[in-house]
């Protein structure tokens, strides 16, 4: 679906973008992981067109797209930018609405269908509530959960999201990369780049990562995000535990301190929560107790389900 192919780019005389290449294919939920100045922001704007690349090829549903015209490319790509301030109070329902855009054809406004569409990309985010608030008065939070309403409700064939969940609390951030993974299993290709170790690890089906040199690493999270490939990025500054099934990415100087096992994360819970600590032993790895998991019900403490992603509270 969205096929990128030895692309360059430089800004005046510094290059940024190196030779890049990668594909992502349909229906995928895919992350693009990397520190500050690796150009994946850069990268996106390529990809959407904003910047005209100085060589490669960048291709949507296999079409080039300095061949597109800007419809052609608004019915194949949306954008949820990492921030947006906008100048003018427009209701949350019409910002929903210019996703539709794309869509519309001659004089008569918009119909009943365009509408529906709108509101049923409100409904499921559960922001129906805010429609006829305005969205310059919203929080920074909120309006990235309007303007990913604004891409589903595009219903174009990619989306591209830059860092999603950066000002959502933990609730929505879990709720986005939900609805994330079912908009991904609707056929539509999903890349979201994401400065969130763990995110990119427990949510995506793929993960690329970037450095300055350019992708160093593609593949699915378990082969990808290992030691190796943070150490390379980050130089030591956090480690790879397993959970169970599940890998966890922890600062290096986290383990040994109250409340934390080196063999997992279930007693860095039981601080939290007032567990004792008698009960966690080496088992912890493999999962809270029956009483635990009791003690801890309705708590924000997620259980992953490996392989999907999937996130519920205990």
Excluded at 83 to 107: I, N, S
Excluded at 215 to 238: F, H, N, S
Excluded at 291 to 301: E, F, P
């Amino acid at each position: 679906m969205l096929k990128v192919e030895q692309v360059r780019f430089r800004y005046h005389r510094m290059p940024v973008l190196n030779g890049i290449t990668l594909q992502v294919g349909h229906g995928e939920l895919c992350g693009l992981f990397g520190p500050n100045g690796c150009g994946k922001t850069t990268l996106f704007k390529c990809c959407l067109g904003f910047l005209r690349p100085q060589g490669g090829r960048i291709c949507l549903a296999g079409s080039d797209i300095r061949e597109l015209k800007v419809r052609e490319m608004a019915k194949l790509a949306a954008y949820v930018p990492q921030d947006h301030k906008p100048p003018f109070p427009y209701r949350v329902a019409e910002v929903v609405l210019m996703g539709r855009t794309p869509h519309l054809g001659g004089m008569f406004g918009i119909d009943r269908d365009n509408h529906k569409k709108a509101v049923k990309a409100m409904e499921l985010l559960d922001i129906g509530e805010w429609a006829d608030q305005p969205y310059n008065a919203l929080s920074g939070g909120q309006r990235q959960l309007v303007l990913i309403a604004r891409a589903i409700a595009q219903e174009a064939r990619v989306i591209f999201l830059d860092e999603p969940t950066s000002a959502l609390d933990f609730n929505n951030q879990v709720k986005i990369w939900g609805v994330l993974r079912s908009v991904a299993a609707r056929g539509i290709t999903v890349l979201a780049c994401c400065h969130d170790p763990n995110h990119v690890s427990w949510f995506c089906d793929r993960v690329v990562v970037m450095d300055q040199s350019g992708v160093i690493a593609d593949g699915p999270p378990a082969r990808v995000m290992t030691q190796e490939t943070l150490d390379r990025i980050y130089e030591g500054t956090c480690s790879v535990h397993r959970v169970g099934t599940v890998r966890m990415v922890l600062p290096s100087g986290l383990a040994g301190r109250e409340g934390m096992d080196r063999e997992g994360l279930y007693d860095l819970d039981a601080a939290s929560q007032g567990i004792d600590r008698r009960r966690l032993t080496r088992r912890s790895i493999d999962g809270p107790s029956a009483a635990d998991r009791k003690h801890v019900q309705g708590s924000l403490y997620p259980e992953i389900v490996a392989g999907r992603g999937r996130v519920s509270n205990l």
